[in-house]
């Protein structure tokens, strides 16, 4: 830590040097040009989605006490996160307890895949290059998309960060550092460049490192209430080194735009393990090569007509090793290609009427030196038809998917291929969406949406070695909705703005793909199709913001979910620790966040709370099974200031201030206080 504070001062020192031999350069520049404190602007907006998204950008994403866009993810309403700890732990997220693989990713509105097991590690993609994170249920509120984009029950859309230039500047860098727990060291670049008014490019590379060591209180009962143990320890083996390159470059002609980006993502971290058998600490190691190359091209071609064109390259490699022989000894590589190209049609049929067509395109390959491995290799066709429609103070949108789904595997003993094989699959589910505005000059919107979708077998459920089962069929999720939004904007008094959302949902879904016991084996297991899941829940948000006296600016919000998520397998299994109608694994029936900001000036504080409410990590809900509610409280506060023509802020964090001992996932406990000490530079 002194070295790192050593550091920071001579950083600082040259960079305020250097501001001072530029100030001269620019100071007829300068001289004019005043520096404004963070203020909050509230404007009534045209209501134009169906069903807005939660939304999270610019300011807000800073503010929050996030290192990833999971972390930051955890703030949304209705969203369950799977986080098995620490800096490096993976991270995943469910909405509406519909299941991990139920919901897509996009990046810069093209998809991020994993066909080998449906999961997007959320903990890889920082905050620094991310702009804005959207949450829709069902599916985006804007029918000019990808068929794709049609394709899940739940998505995440991560928009990345545009360049913006002030004046005639062609330059800007930014220089990001911090420091804090566990041994985090975690410097980045951002470089942002402008060739012309309608073309800039940006360059962000971010290093990672951290040891992921910190002690925890661990405490087990047995099922009668005594205690089997009560120990403090400190949780190894959950390093991280890890390093991040990606570049776009952007343009903006008339009536278009278009955009190139490739991404780099390299790491090798430490899994922990789970805490069983008093095994306090595992040797398992895990690293991944992420890269892709992606493009999009969008076009006014007529006042009547509109196109838009992606396409995207993907190579994955993911290495598991387990070097413990007393369990067994894995080393596991698997490597994925992806090819996809798409292409969307906007036609406006009226001035309030719209009409797209689109078709994709997916080739999807896994190569792995698992014993008698398959190598599957999977094509997928989607097309979809979507209007939109308003109508008075009524907006609705209807869309159909059709999904074709085409596998090709080889049975094969050792290296010697005995049978190929091909499996196809094709599907239609439809979507419908309305909201209603039931007074002219009152924000309030109503909203209802229905969809059906499923969610294909991933290559591990269908292929993977002793394991997976060829025959599976797709899950299938129904969606109903209802809600209402009310917002509204103030000119005078102290209160500037508010915004309400309420939404009662119930979902179901069938043939879920579980893993159960294959013959007396007790390791053996095989994916089947016998699950069944019924989901009745309520969202709530509220924000406020106040335009105090003095320049002060204040606004918090809060957010609950209520979730009753419950396993209708087996109707027979009703007996004493039976599973029939019991809690699914990991969903609380409370949980909720609350943030609050407060900006004086230079001076920025903020306040964040996570509650998450009792569960159970099994559907039998029984006490053995029983997890305690946990929360934890986090507060930062930041100073922005300027040397010369460079803007610098600094901010201190301090993360789970009363150091609550909690687990996410049963055995795997999670980190308690900690603090992060971040420097940002913009030059």
Known sequence: MRHFLTYIAALLCVVGAWAQDSTSVTRSRLDSMQYLSNVTVFAQKYYREV????????????????????????????????????????????????????????YDGIQLGNPQNGQIDLGRFSLDNIGEISIYNGQKSEIFQPAR??????????????????????????????????????????????F?????????AEYTYATGQYHFRYRKRFSDGVVAWDTTAVRKNGDLNSWRVEGAIFGYP?????????????????????????????????????????????????????????????????????PDTTLMYIDNTFHQDEIYVSSANKFNIMPDWDV????????????????????????????????????????????????FVNDRYSSRFGEQVIEHHSKKFNQFTPAVFLSFQPFEHHDLNLRAFYKRIFRMPTFNDLYYTDIGNARLQPEYATQWNVGLMYQRYYNTGYLS?????????????????????????????????????????????????????????LDGGLNYTFQKARD?????????????????????????????????????????CIYVGERYHNSANILANHEEPWYTHDLSASYSFAMGAVKAKVTGELNNIFNQQYDVIQNYPMPGRNFRIILKLDL
């Open 51 to 106: 069903i807005p998204a939660q939304t999270l950008n610019g300011k807000q994403l800073e503010r929050l006490n996030s290192h990833s866009v999971a972390d930051a993810i955890r703030y949304f309403a209705g969203v369950q996160i799977k986080d098995y700890g620490g800096v490096g732990g993976i991270k995943t997220i469910d909405i509406r307890s519909m299941g991990t693989n139920h919901l897509g990713v996009f």
């Open 149 to 194: 984009d049609y394709g899940s029950a739940g998505t995440v859309y991560l928009r990345t960060r545009r360049p913006r230039f002030e004046g005639d500047k062609r330059n800007n860098l930014n220089i990001t550092i911090r420091t804090g727990s566990f041994g985090l060291a975690n410097p980045s670049l951002r470089w942002e460049h402008r």
């Open 196 to 204: 012309s008014p309608t073309v800039s490019m940006l360059i962000n």
């Open 254 to 322: 008339t009536n278009g735009k278009w955009n190139a980006k490739f991404y780099y993502y390299d790491s090798e971290r430490g899994i922990p393990g789970a805490i069983v058998n008093n095994v306090w600490k595992t040797a398992q190691r895990q690293w991944d090569r992420n890269f892709f190359v992606q493009g999009s091209w969008q076009k006014k071609l007529s006042e009547r007509y509109e196109m838009m064109l992606n396409g995207k390259y993907a190579r994955d490699y993911m290495r598991y090793l387990n």
């Open 356 to 403: 797209n067509i689109s078709v994709d395109y997916k080739w999807n390959h896994l190569n792995s030196n698992l014993v008698n491995f398959v190598y599957p290799i999977r094509h997928t066709v989607l097309a979809a038809l979507a209007t939109a429609r308003t109508w008075w103070r009524f907006k609705g949108q209807a869309s159909l998917l059709y999904t």
């Open 497 to 553: 703005g508010m915004k309400f959302t309420a939404d009662a949902y119930y979902n179901t879904v069938r043939d879920k793909i579980i893993a159960v016991p294959k013959g007396t084996g007790q390791y053996r297991w095989m994916m089947m199709n016998i699950g069944k899941v019924k989901i009745v829940g309520i969202d709530i948000t509220a924000r406020l913001a106040f335009k105090l006296p003095h320049g002060i600016v």
């Open 568 to 608: 209708y397998t087996n109707p027979a299994d009703t007996l004493d620790g039976g599973t029939y109608k019991g809690q699914i694994a990991y969903i609380p029936w409370h949980s909720g966040s609350a943030t609050l900001h407060v900006a004086w000036r230079s001076i920025d504080f903020n306040y964040s």
